[in-house]
Every structure is written in C-alpha cells, then in structure tokens.
C-alpha cells in the first residue's frame, strides 16, 4: 500500500510539472497573439488616417469601423499595460475628419 502512495505522488509531481510548462507555453502564446492584435489594430488606424490624408474618401461606415477597432485597441493595451500617444494623435486627425464629413 505505501509503494501505491509513493507512485501516485511522483504521478501528481510529474502532471504538476507538465502543467506548469503547458501554462508557461499558453502564457507566452497568449501574449504574442495579443501583441499580434495590437500591431494589426495599430497599423489599420495608421492606414486609414494615411488614406484620408492622400484624398480617399471614406463611408461612414468605415468611419465607424475604424472607431470599433480603436475601442478593442485601446482594450487590449490596457491589458498589455502600454500606451501609444501617437494612435491617440492619429484617433483625433480620424474623428475631426469625420465631423467634417458631408
């Protein structure tokens, strides 16, 4: 019976081992997906701004899109604690572009 508690012990030792790993990999995956997200929210922002600044004109549709995208961007730096004032100047360009909008 004692040999029995013994394997069961290195049994639990060993998935605990396994799943700090398992929880280090998920952790680091996660974080690179999000820093992902954050580049591709990043560059639409940048690209729809350039795209006003060159004369092409967009729906408000779009414009609304382009507001969406900000709010999950600005969620997930939260989460990622940074901030980016340059996305904040390139927001204000957007929505005075928008109350200009006919």
């Known amino acids: 019976m004692v040999g029995d508690l013994s394997n069961w012990a290195v049994l639990i030792g060993d998935a605990t081992v ?6 280090v990999i998920l952790d680091f995956k996660l ?5 992902n997200q954050r580049l591709q929210y990043r560059y639409e922002i940048c690209s729809f701004a350039g795209d006003i600044r060159n ?5 408000r549709e779009e414009f609304q899109a382009i507001f969406e995208m900000h709010d999950r961007y600005e969620e997930l730096i939260k ?3 940074q901030k980016n004032s ?7 360009y957007i929505q ?4 200009l909008l006919k």
């Open 86 to 92: 340059y996305i904040d100047n390139e927001m204000l």
């Open 18 to 23: 396994v799943i700090g790993a398992l929880t």
């Open 79 to 81: 989460k990622l604690k």
């Open 96 to 99: 005075e572009q928008y109350r």
């Open 31 to 35: 974080r690179a997906f999000r820093d």
């Open 55 to 59: 004369g092409i004109k967009k729906t």
